[in-house]
């Protein structure tokens, strides 16, 4: 029994992809692309200026700080020490240089994570002051 030929290609890949091509890559209605764009224009100019924050307190930047600090050394120290136990258990005798490589390379990161995170605290703040007037009150309001 013959079929009669079809117009799409035969084959698995070429019938999902004509399926993808019909589907998707057609043009749409141009009424329904207008209207999906002024729905669009109104959601971003509504929620543009978003909820402002308040500048973070002193315990927070505290907390902030010694988070990125302790973050940065107990991972450097697990990578190290971890390492340390998986070349131990290959026969390679590197038991405590991996794990104060890594200490040092994790304090460095924390340390820099603090400065960085410092950095960005300052520019919200000075941000948040250079939009008061001074009484208190927004002077883009």
Same mark, same amino acid.
């Given at each position: ?41 109104? %959601?971003?100019?509504?929620? #543009? $200026? *978003?909820? +402002? ?7 927070? @930047?505290?907390?902030?700080? =010694? ?35 890594? %200490?040092?390379?994790?304090? #460095? $990161? *924390?340390? +820099? ?7 960005? @605290?300052?520019?919200?703040? =000075? ?15």
């Amino acid at each position: 029994m013959v079929r009669p030929p079809s117009e799409r290609r035969e084959g698995r890949f070429c019938a999902v992809f004509w399926d993808f091509w019909e589907t998707v890559l057609t043009a749409p209605d141009p009424d329904r692309l207008n209207d999906l764009g002024k729905r669009l224009d109104d %959601f971003q100019t509504k929620h #543009a $200026a *978003g909820p +402002r924050r308040q500048a973070p307190s002193q315990s927070q @930047i505290g907390f902030r700080f =010694a988070t990125e600090l302790f973050a940065g050394v107990v991972g450097g120290g697990g990578i190290g020490w971890g390492l340390d136990w998986l070349c131990g258990n290959f026969g390679f005798h590197t038991k405590p240089v991996l794990m104060i490589v890594f %200490f040092v390379l994790g304090t #460095a $990161a *924390g340390i +820099r994570n603090v400065m960085r995170a410092a950095h960005e @605290i300052n520019t919200e703040i =000075a941000r948040g002051r250079a939009s008061d007037d001074g009484n208190g009150k927004e002077t883009g309001s």
